[in-house]
């Protein structure tokens, strides 16, 4: 390399080292090693108890709900937003960023006030059976508030920069629409969608603020992992704290290596796309 | 790109179709999105405007605003010196294991707040790797502001970083070489060179960062020890209001919180207005490697 180089590395790329040894690594490094100074037996006792499995099982089952109806739902919206000219679309498009923007408790405290039996949802859903609040519909609605731009901010630019010629050209072919979206446009939104939605879904499984004011936080039925771990911890039960958050953080790892995969592959769609 | 006023229609511009998903999506986003917003200021002035202003001037309601905004004026800017350096090393370099420390970079963004706040606590707890000598030689970090900035700066650590890098990344280095082989030393180019091409993304970094900042509950709610007057931040004093029954209360404070995500929402719509264009990597990092591998 001939090229002139910059300044600052030194400074600067020390700078980001040590931050994120202090600040991500240390903290982390100190998690796995409390979670692996249990030793085997114990760690594996308390993973595989019958109330850390209950929770994993809520968590995963909301979390899939969710992020199902986030694809259905989150997709649509896309679409709306990126191929409608409609009054309002914009005001639409800058609110779809408001449940990132919006604090995770405030989201909790107001979706428990709308579902609750008394609510304005409540009251409505109430005489049809369904109750939502302090059950496990209510943890899935938390976790679609939450995790709806993920899907939404994946599909959009894609979809903003599908070649519409294509379209086009299964039109002069005389493929109808459904064929045209199914087969000329699903695939290249595909990987979009799948980072998508390993986006939203890895932020479900993670999701707690917004989760424990309306869920009915029940051992067994309604406790999702991450209340378990503060449970815990309450009780001053360091080592299954340690060793229940050590298994969030073993999937958070794993989601983290789905996500950047499915984006690289994204990416390789998109670049055949142009 | 597809747009108005296009003479081929395209694929779902069937007037029925068209009609009917945009009505699903309106009716949709107004339960999911819109519902909760109107419901926190319904229930905050449910009891008048007294009520409201008697909750939010409470002394307790008072040291959790400004434990909150002192966490901010912390964290953000500590963030925002390492979004620029990490930025900088990243992209003006080329360097053994850059795409590693990108994903390092971007760990806290995929990690609930839950494992983070309970990382920190076995560091800096008493049951933590640095407790014991933290305790001989008397500083609190656990239940203390301390570890309420530590826990915040972890959540938010990507946050500047990640709507720099794609686009200095982008940008390339031609401008900032042109400069140092015209004499211009290193911070004179970062400063008049790099920092006004960046400016919006950099705005809207730190903008994104605060809001979350201020917001953060989960990670701070294990460090804090939500102590009423004393180590209790804003989002942990809703809880802790809406917990005592004070329903009102706890919507009020909430309120609070939701102007400031407000008033962030308006604040990405200016910039984005700002010819920063489109930054939907902004929010979901989904086309970051795409920029990066563009710039290649």
Redesign the interface.
Known sequence: MSRRVLPGLPLTLGITLLYVSIIVLLPLGALVFKAASLGFYDYWRIVSSPRAVASYRVTVLAALAATAFNLVFGFALAWVLVRYRFPGRRLLDAIVDLPFALPTAVAGIALTALFAPNGWFGMLLAPLGISVAYTITGIMVAMCFTSLPFIVRSVQPVLEDLDTALEEAAQTLGARDGTIFRQVMLPLLTPALLAGVSLAFARSLGEFGAIIFIAGNQPFETEITSLLVFIRLEEFDYPAAAAIASVMLIIAIVMLAVINILQARSLRYMARAR | ??G?G?R?P?????PA??RA??G???V??A???????V??FA?AFSLGVDVFAKTVGDPDTQHAILLTVVTALIVVPVNT??G???A???T????PGRRF?L??????F???????G??????YGL???LGPTLQDAEIKVIFALPGIV?AS??VT?PFVARELIPLMQAQG?DL??AA??LGA??WR??LSVTVPNVRWALLYGVV?CN?RV?????AV??VSGSIRGQTNTL??H??LL?HDYN?VG??AA?SV??V???V???A??LIERRGAG?S??A????????LI?RAA
Request: glycine share 6%; hydrophobic share 60%; no cysteine.
């Open positions: 790109m597809s108005p296009r081929v395209l694929t779902g511009d069937n179709f068209r998903l945009i699903f999506v309106l949709v986003s339960i999911v999105i819109v519902a909760p917003l419901a926190i229930q010196v390492f620029l350096a990490a900088w090393a990243i003006k370099f080329d360097f420390l994903v390092l970079i971007e760990i806290p995929s990690i609930s707040p839950i494992v983070a309970v990382a920190y606590l076995f560091v049951q933590g790797l530590l700066m972890f650590a280095r900032e070489e140092t082989s030393g290193g180019t970062f994104l809001a201020m917001g953060e509950f989960g709610s294990i989002p942990l809703v809880e809406y329903t706890a919507f909430a919180l939701t400031v995500a407000i962030t929402l308006v990405k719509l489109r939907p990597q929010v979901s990092p989904a086309d970051q490697p795409a591998k």
